[in-house]
């Protein structure tokens, strides 16, 4: 079982151009979500999707959008990307969005924006 | 605000017994996590408490209290591949995990 994948691994891209992570899960979670993890900080959502066909925003959606068309898969896109969108990007799912479910994440994207 | 803190940086001998806390301040409270993430990998799942008191896992044990807003994860008989950062999150009342910064554990033989 591939678990949940991401991609790219890792991303150059040129500050105002667009771009979509990619993440796609094979585990029939309900939940999934995107994160951003910044050297000093600690794991910050972007965006969630308790189920398909929803979507919510976290704590940092500014900048970032996402779509959940399917239980499988949970794009994120950088529609014009900005030099402070420089992080390592970690997409997760889990069963629910309950209490007690452990989220499973992704191997990451790093991406850089110059 | 919500807040999570926990030691940047932490140092222990292989074999020996080290504690991480975590004190937390959030809107609501629906569990704690604990995760482990070596350098340049994604996070797993460690730990959960909801209750207060110990959960014991093999070499890992996790302690919860509520009223204190404090946990601690306990690491045993530390072996090098123990080297990692540690994260402590708490589940808020909208069922969304705060994370703390992590710490990061130097384990020298």
């Known amino acids: 079982t591939a678990g949940i994948t991401q991609a790219p691994t890792s991303q150059i891209l040129a500050a105002g151009r667009s771009m979509t992570l990619r993440c796609t899960q094979d585990?029939?979670?309900?939940?999934m979500y995107w994160y951003r993890q910044d050297l000093g900080l600690g794991l910050r959502l972007i965006h969630y999707?308790?189920?398909?066909?929803?979507?919510g925003k976290g704590e940092v959606p500014d900048g970032y959008s996402v779509s959940r068309a399917n239980t499988d898969d949970f794009p994120l896109t950088l529609a014009s990307a900005v030099p402070s969108q420089t992080s390592v990007y970690f997409c997760?799912?889990?069963?629910?969005?309950?209490?007690?479910?452990?989220?499973?994440f992704g191997p990451g994207t790093r991406l850089t924006v110059l | 605000g919500q807040n999570i803190d926990q030691p940047t940086e932490m140092t222990a001998t292989e074999g020996a017994i080290v504690q991480i806390n975590c004190t937390y301040q959030?809107?609501?409270?629906?569990?704690l996590f604990w995760y482990q993430q070596h350098a340049g990998e994604a996070p797993t799942f460690l730990s959960y408490?909801?209750l207060d008191g110990l959960e014991e896992k093999g070499r890992f044990s996790s302690f919860l209290s509520r009223s204190k807003g404090y946990s601690y994860l306990l690491l045993k008989e530390l072996q090098m591949k123990d080297s990692a950062s540690y994260l402590c999150?708490?589940?808020?009342?909208?069922?969304?995990?705060?994370w703390g910064a992590g710490t990061k554990l130097i384990i020298k033989p």
């Open positions: 997760a799912s889990s069963d629910s969005a309950g209490d007690n479910n452990e989220q499973f």
């Open positions: 585990m029939r979670h309900n939940a």
């Open positions: 999707s308790n189920t398909a066909g929803t979507t």
């Open positions: 959030t809107s609501g409270f629906n569990g």
């Open positions: 408490n909801v």
């Open positions: 999150a708490v589940m808020d009342s909208n069922y969304q995990l705060i």
